[in-house]
């Protein structure tokens, strides 16, 4: 049985075999810890505007691999995939299942060839099934998943399960009695949990001569890119990430200096720990130049509930403070840092939604501007209905945190993990109460 590192290192030659490229130097470093992660070598250094990976288009994997050069659609230019091993999902399937699913179905395929896959150099570097409860809260088992009630992530996770249970059996019903021995419940979840944590949104990759000839909007699904997603997290991290559509090459660049036995990060983009917790399976922890804690919170029923993009946070410290880096990136206008203390931190967007409901039908019209609302230079008794209505939705909150307290010790790393997640949770709380007293 092939190591980690002889497994890393055919990845590495399959990507070459195209065109790729990990730089030389960078290697690829795992531990227990990290995983796989890129590093710099030993008397090497990596600068501005250096690749990182340069990965061909033809190694990526999603759905335009299962409709590519099907019958019934358009052909793409994405590389060839044997289609002796890899049969066509019915035309049925394909044209009434949503991509982003009939993409993690072309997964499962994959994953059920084995060597016999194109990706398999890939496939094989992944976590695997069986591996996966403990690497996604949605897949953990259910004791784990309790240590998570009273937060947010507690009830996205029922929300994510539910949806992966519905997906899954409208999907299996459209496909022939054959494959449903194999295209199993827990292996569509694995082939979920791989989208999920390792993914790229098409419409950041893609030539613009391949999105425009989809039979979907482009980013409908998403696209797994080998060896460039070894690269792990930090919001911090500069990079760029660029296509040559001549070459039909995909390249993530540094964008800063990096010395010698450094970890070179990519950067995932602007998420709170619960994005993180709930995508990725880690959370960030604070310290005194960057906090990644916030609360996320609704302020109405909505159809897609675990969509978390979708709501307001509240914040451990000020929202302007520059260690909230997530949370300055969420302001809706630069005019809400002059706010009044006890709104610092709260994102703009929920004051606002919250004055638009309270003076709604009102002799008071919704003709306040935002930097108004913010500075509080609206009428009193609304004033007061804001703060009075966040501080009893936070209080309530914090008390479903407090009372949904474990019953026993932490035994494990998943929920070792979410002690030390609920414990900021409570601290983002207390904060945002203590903000709102001042008001």
């Known amino acids: 049985m092939a190591t980690v590192a002889e497994r890393y290192d055919a990845l590495l030659r399959w990507v070459e075999d195209d065109g790729g490229s990990l730089n030389t130097a960078i290697e690829i470093y795992y531990d227990d810890l990290t995983k796989a992660s890129f590093r710099v070598k030993d008397s090497c250094s990596l600068g501005v505007d250096d690749p990182i990976v340069t990965l061909p288009l033809s190694k990526s994997l999603s759905y335009i691999n299962a409709i590519d050069n099907h019958p019934d659609f358009a052909s793409f230019s994405l590389g060839d995939v044997n289609r002796e091993d890899t049969p066509y999902f019915p035309t049925e399937f394909l044209k009434t299942t949503p991509p982003h699913i009939a993409g993690r179905f072309f997964l499962m395929q994959q994953h059920l060839l084995g060597s016999k896959s194109k990706w398999w150099p890939y496939i094989r570097t992944l976590p695997q099934p069986e591996h ?30 539910s949806t992966l249970k519905k997906e899954y059996k409208r999907a299996i019903k459209l496909l022939p009695e054959s494959y449903h021995s194999e295209y199993t419940r827990p292996l569509y979840y694995w082939a979920y949990g791989i989208f999920t944590s390792r993914s790229f949104r098409p419409s950041l990759i893609l030539p613009s001569q391949t999105s425009s000839s989809l039979p979907c909007d482009v980013d409908d699904f998403s696209v797994l890119l080998p060896l460039y997603d070894i690269g792990n997290h930090s919001p911090l991290a500069k990079i760029a990430w660029t296509t040559d559509e001549q070459a039909q090459l995909c390249i993530l660049r540094c964008r800063q200096t990096y010395s010698n036995g450094e970890q070179v990060f990519n950067n995932y983009g602007m998420k709170t720990n619960v994005e993180l917790l709930l995508g990725y399976g880690f959370v960030i922890p604070e310290d005194d130049s960057f906090h990644n804690d ?44 002059g706010c009044l203390p006890c709104f610092s931190h709260i994102q703009d967007t929920l004051i606002l939604a919250l004055y638009e409901t309270i003076t709604k039908g009102e002799s008071e019209t919704n003709n306040a501007s935002l930097s108004e609302i913010m500075r509080g230079e609206i009428a009193d008794d609304v004033l007061r209905k804001i703060i009075d209505s966040l501080g009893s939705k936070l209080s309530i909150d914090l008390e479903d945190l407090e009372m949904s307290e474990p019953e026993y010790e932490a035994t494990n790393r998943n929920q070792q993990l979410v002690v030390h997640y609920r414990e900021q949770c409570g601290k983002v709380l207390e904060n945002v109460l203590r903000s709102l007293m001042t008001g």
Do not use: C
């Open 294 to 337: 916030y609360i996320h919170i609704q302020t109405k029923a909505d159809p897609e509930a675990g969509d978390l993009a979708a709501t307001h946070v509240v914040s451990l410290r000020p929202m302007t403070h520059q260690s909230s880096l997530v949370g300055r990136s969420r302001l809706l206008s630069a005019d809400s840092l």
């Open 132 to 161: 996966m409860g403990s690497i996604l809260p949605a897949m953990w088992p259910s004791d784990d998943i309790d240590f998570l009630k009273g937060t947010n992530a507690f009830s996205a996770i029922q929300d994510i399960k």
